[in-house]
């Protein structure tokens, strides 16, 4: 009976041996194929991400220049140097308000503005014009305006921040006084001084406010396309959204986390945001400070 026995232990020991083997074999090639899988499954998702950040950069790159486009035509109008006389012209705060020759003044002023803004074209984003005289004086021309303008403390920050900038035009972000709607506007300003200044400090006469349209840019904005789930944010330069695609978020601060990735370089990278990982690419439009 040992030889029987013998037998079968050297025949376990053989299937065992083979079995081991055949396991051997197969770890050899399958593991191989395996690393090969998952290293082509990454070198294609890497493949998708390069391309999906050069596609967004690429239509980041045109939103920019259709965003310089609009607001240069702002920086024109607003550096016309016609609006010193119309400045100049604005009576004192207390005859503003009412009587016959304020009246008369605001039919001139309205035909002159006209004239003025009838030699440029394409700026449908012109939502509102306001001149300040630095005697008081306030002209609006556009839609009524919602009542936001009549703190003074702001106005006051507004002269001073045109006045430090004398030679150009200053945006100051979304803005709500000077907006007639409910949205809030994106404002630019522009320091007026008196033609021939007598002295070595020119006069400052006043400001020449222009008020961009919010809406406008939501119409333009919420056009592209930028695939499922994607969708664009313009901040000015304090982080405030000057676009989102929520007309309601127009004017409210950027979430923290976004905020603190927008701090870096123009780029792309993966942030957490509303729960889940995202690809965020972002330019910065270093003249304006907006994102």
Same mark, same amino acid.
């Given at each position: 009976?040992?030889?029987?026995?013998?037998?079968?232990?050297?025949?376990?020991?053989?299937? $065992?041996?083979?079995?081991?083997?055949?396991?051997?074999?197969?770890?050899?090639?399958?593991?191989?194929?395996?690393?090969?899988?998952?290293?082509?499954?990454?070198?294609?998702?890497?493949?998708?991400?390069?391309?999906?950040?050069?596609?967004?950069?690429?239509?980041?790159?045109?939103?920019?220049?259709?965003?310089?486009?609009?607001?240069?035509?702002?920086?024109?109008?607003?550096?016309?140097?016609?609006?010193?006389?119309?400045?100049?012209?604005?009576?004192?705060?207390?005859?503003?308000? $009412?009587?016959?020759?304020?009246?008369?003044?605001?039919?001139?002023?309205?035909?002159?503005?006209?004239?003025?803004?009838?030699?440029?074209?394409?700026?449908?984003?012109?939502? $509102?014009?306001?001149?300040?005289?630095?005697?008081?004086?306030?002209?609006?021309?556009?839609?009524?305006?919602?009542?936001?303008?009549?703190?003074?403390?702001?106005?006051?920050?507004?002269?001073?921040?045109?006045?430090?900038?004398?030679?150009?035009?200053?945006?100051?972000?979304?803005?709500?006084?000077?907006?007639?709607?409910?949205?809030?506007?994106?404002?630019?300003?522009?320091?007026?001084?008196?033609?021939?200044?007598?002295?070595?400090?020119?006069?400052?006469?006043?400001?020449?406010?222009?008020?961009?349209?919010?809406?406008?840019?939501?119409?333009?904005?919420?056009?592209?396309?930028?695939?499922?789930?994607?969708?664009?944010?313009?901040?000015?330069?304090?982080?405030?959204?000057?676009?989102?695609?929520?007309?309601?978020?127009?004017?409210?601060?950027?979430?923290?986390?976004?905020?603190?990735?927008?701090?870096?370089?123009?780029?792309?990278?993966?942030?957490?945001?509303?729960?889940?990982?995202?690809?965020?690419?972002?330019?910065?439009?270093?003249?304006?400070?907006?994102?």
């Amino acid at each position: 009976m040992r030889p029987t026995t013998d037998r079968t232990a050297s025949m376990k020991t053989t299937v $065992s041996i083979s079995f081991k083997l055949v396991g051997f074999m197969l770890a050899v090639s399958v593991l191989p194929l395996l690393m090969l899988q998952v290293a082509s499954y990454l070198a294609g998702r890497q493949t998708m991400i390069d391309r999906a950040m050069s596609q967004h950069a690429q239509l980041l790159e045109i939103q920019r220049d259709y965003l310089n486009l609009q607001t240069e035509q702002i920086e024109s109008l607003a550096e016309t140097p016609a609006w010193i006389k119309e400045v100049e012209r604005l009576p004192v705060a207390s005859n503003t308000d $009412s009587g016959v020759n304020a009246s008369y003044a605001a039919l001139l002023a309205k035909t002159r503005i006209g004239q003025l803004l009838g030699s440029y074209t394409g700026l449908g984003a012109l939502e $509102s014009l306001d001149l300040f005289a630095a005697n008081g004086g306030q002209y609006h021309i556009g839609e009524r305006l919602n009542g936001s303008d009549r703190d003074a403390s702001e106005l006051a920050r507004q002269m001073a921040r045109a006045s430090e900038s004398p030679r150009q035009t200053v945006w100051i972000g979304v803005n709500r006084a000077g907006a007639s709607g409910s949205q809030p506007v994106l404002s630019a300003i522009k320091a007026m001084y008196k033609s021939d200044p007598s002295g070595s400090k020119p006069e400052v006469l006043g400001m020449l406010r222009a008020n961009f349209s919010t809406d406008y840019l939501h119409a333009h904005f919420r056009t592209v396309n930028l695939g499922e789930g994607g969708y664009l944010l313009l901040l000015d330069q304090r982080g405030a959204m000057v676009y989102h695609p929520n007309k309601a978020l127009i004017g409210q601060p950027v979430p923290g986390n976004l905020a603190q990735t927008l701090v870096r370089p123009t780029g792309s990278d993966f942030v957490e945001y509303g729960g889940e990982s995202v690809l965020l690419t972002h330019l910065r439009l270093p003249d304006k400070g907006w994102t």
